[in-house]
């Protein structure tokens, strides 16, 4: 069983910079892809970012470039930087683990089976 807890979110002015972390306990972190989804008011959570327990790495074609996935096996923790934020990244933020052996981590949802709580990401214009 694993459990995720999310933390970071807050208010940002657009072009602004945030850092959510999700720390993990339970399971073999190491052995987790480790995600980011998000979910706007009235919209399907969709996927943000994704690193594999290889450090493979995936990214939703609206934050490439802007965001970035890393995380710290040691601390048992994923980060998502986030810069140049715009009002459309406004979102509850949602960190999924899941463990599987193949190259490419899933990016779908019904592919994780634990989920955090989420922090909220509120980008003003």
């Known amino acids: 069983q694993v459990q995720l807890v999310e933390s970071g979110g807050g208010l940002v002015q657009a072009g602004g910079s945030l850092r959510l972390s999700c720390a993990a306990s339970?399971?073999?972190?190491?052995?987790?892809?480790m995600a980011w989804f998000r979910q706007a008011p009235g919209k399907e959570r969709e996927f943000v970012a994704v690193?594999?327990?290889?450090?493979?790495?995936y990214y939703a074609d609206s934050v490439k470039g802007r965001f970035t996935i890393s995380r710290d096996n040691t601390k048992k923790t994923v980060y998502l930087e986030m810069n140049s934020l715009k009002p459309e990244d406004t979102a509850s933020y949602y960190c999924?683990?899941?463990?599987?052996?193949?190259?490419?981590?899933?990016?779908?949802?019904?592919?994780?089976?634990?989920w955090g709580q989420g922090t909220q990401v509120t980008v003003s214009s």
């Open positions: 999924a683990a899941n463990y599987h052996l193949g190259s490419s981590p899933p990016t779908g949802v019904g592919s994780y089976g634990y």
């Open positions: 339970g399971g073999s972190f190491r052995l987790y892809s």
């Open positions: 690193i594999s327990r290889s450090d493979v790495t």
